[in-house]
């Protein structure tokens, strides 16, 4: 093993609560992300309920996803939410400009998503479109989801739902710099100020607006939104991508890469942690209560399109490295999560770094999946913080961290443990001194395989699950931890 690492939790320092919306995930028109992934409709050879595929619904039930993001990412700046209501056969169909240039068969609008986060047991954050839309299409949208009563509330319960929606999260538009618009910060902070006037919660219901936020570290951007549409604002978003081997567009390869490949990614994901670092540090100067929150709403692995894919359709396999790639972002926002209080990997099913991969009738979990599933005992507990003394691990250029941690006090008491080992081949012993908290027992779970590129096929969909851990013990207050190579491991103590 590599020099050891030592680490102190302090269980009598509690900080923020780590809010569930920290799990939201991302579900977009875009390749099969809803349609086939989610949406088989009257499909008949694929078990569905009202249209929505039991397996994948049931898998993510199992996930306790709190929140789901839709209708895009880009597609929402281009949405009419009135050609999604009403009878099938009378919506309109149009192209997908932005992905694939495919048919957009409306099949699934407004009820249709309602529908899913009743089945996964989710509340809705919706984006609605600032870029070529109104201010008053996107506020009948609201009204029509939410009002008790009034023409649009009538119009709603003629289409299947008398009782309004809760629409707790609203995001008003998406990339506002780019897609959303291509406006400057100075004009999308002046269009979001009035969009943002005609979104209203019904009496006794709260909607968070969220400002369509930065790129990666275009500061000036949150500089400018917080100065001039701060005071209108509850969110407002930051979106990073990871994509190995440079720029823009992503060129590497989700499953065939080397040591250097893996190094790459994950010290990219560990740059999370400066980007909500200087973005805070501007959100601070305008809002030192910590009122408004900053809601990462896309993140996650970016890579080239699966060979024999449509490039539109951003389909790419998941491996060990996502994992990390997950777990690392997980334990950065614990740490951030006093101003960090929403965030939305990107995406569910079958786009960019999933959850979940179906084809026809199959169906996946990813490794992804398996660490958002380990991480649930996160949701809504108090971060409990821990200094992590950790070595270095490094490939060529890219030098890290080599363990990633995070710690919480869960709503029933218990405390719960996530250590991640960046280095592909040391494994590492973690001493954790448990500042008071009075443990004597420890169990866990490890998500780990003999590859970097391990990844779940159809054909074989067991590689990468969690298995028993048995490597870690309590003594006079301090946790040891032999931790493997290229692992996750979360361990639940008492
Ligand atoms: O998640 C894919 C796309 O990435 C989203 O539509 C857009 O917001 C971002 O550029």
Redesign the pocket.
Known sequence: GGKPTTATLHADKPGATYDKAIFTQ?A?H?GNGIYGGLWVGNDRSIPNTNGFRNDVVAALRNLSVPIIRWP????ADEYHWREGIGPKKDRPTKVNT?WGGVTEPNSVGTHEFFELLRQVGAQAYIAGNVGNGTPQEMAEWVEYMTAPAGSLADLRAKNGHKEPWAVPYFGVG??LW??GGNMRPEFAADETRRYATFIKAPAGTKILKIAAGANVDDYNWTETMMRVAGDRLDGLSL?Y?VHPAGGWPPRAPAVDFDETGWADALAGAMRMDELITRHSAIMDKYDPAKRVFLAVD?WGAWYAQDPGTHPGF?RQQNTLRDALIASIHLDIFAKHADRVRMTAI??MVN??QAMILTEGRKMVLTPTYHVFEMYKPWQDATVLPIDIDTPWYNKDRFVMPAISGSAVRAKDGKVHVGLSNLDPNQSNMVTVKLDGLNAASVSGRILTASAINAHNSFDDPQVVKPAPFTGAQIANGVLTVALPPKSVVVLDVQ
């Open positions: 991302f977009e875009l895009g990412g880009c597609f932005h998406n990339e780019g897609c979106h991508y896309e951003l990107a995406q786009v960019l």
